[in-house]
């Protein structure tokens, strides 16, 4: 089984930036494609970056050019960069694991819920204006 537990989240101001970590039970980023949600209260729960096993990475058009996923396989831990932050981001955010290969079966499936069958507790990051 995989377990993920998500830290680094807090309370910044509108442009501050800050870094979420994923730390993995396992060594599971050749085998899995990890994910960043997040839902705000009254939202849906929506995706914001995944990168596949194969190193395939997409994101959600909102957070590009502010937000970097990142990896260090070594430690079994994913990252969230996350610069330029707007309230707007404040949600709780989420990372997830899903099959590998899953960008494979189309555009859009690396951001459909169900097909992530890990997921952490979960980092609340608040931005003020």
């Known amino acids: 089984q995989v377990q993920l537990v998500e830290s680094g989240g807090g309370s910044v101001q509108a442009g501050g930036s800050l870094r979420l970590s994923c730390v993995a039970s396992?060594?599971?980023?050749?085998?899995?494609?990890m994910g960043w949600f997040r839902q705000a209260p009254g939202k849906e729960r929506e995706g914001v970056v995944a990168?596949?096993?194969?190193?395939?990475?997409r994101y959600a058009d909102s957070v590009k050019g502010r937000f970097t996923i990142s990896q260090d396989n070594g430690k079994n831990t994913l990252y969230l960069e996350m610069n330029s932050l707007e309230p707007e981001d404040t949600a709780m955010y989420y990372c997830?694991?899903?099959?590998?290969?899953?960008?494979?079966?189309?555009?859009?499936?690396?951001?459909?819920?169900?097909?992530?069958?890990?997921w952490g507790q979960g980092t609340q990051v608040t931005v003020s204006s």
């Open positions: 396992g060594y599971i980023y050749r085998t899995y494609c």
């Open positions: 990168r596949d096993s194969d190193g395939t990475i």
């Open positions: 997830a694991a899903g099959l590998g290969g899953l960008m494979r079966k189309g555009v859009h499936r690396w951001s459909a819920l169900d097909e992530y069958v890990y």
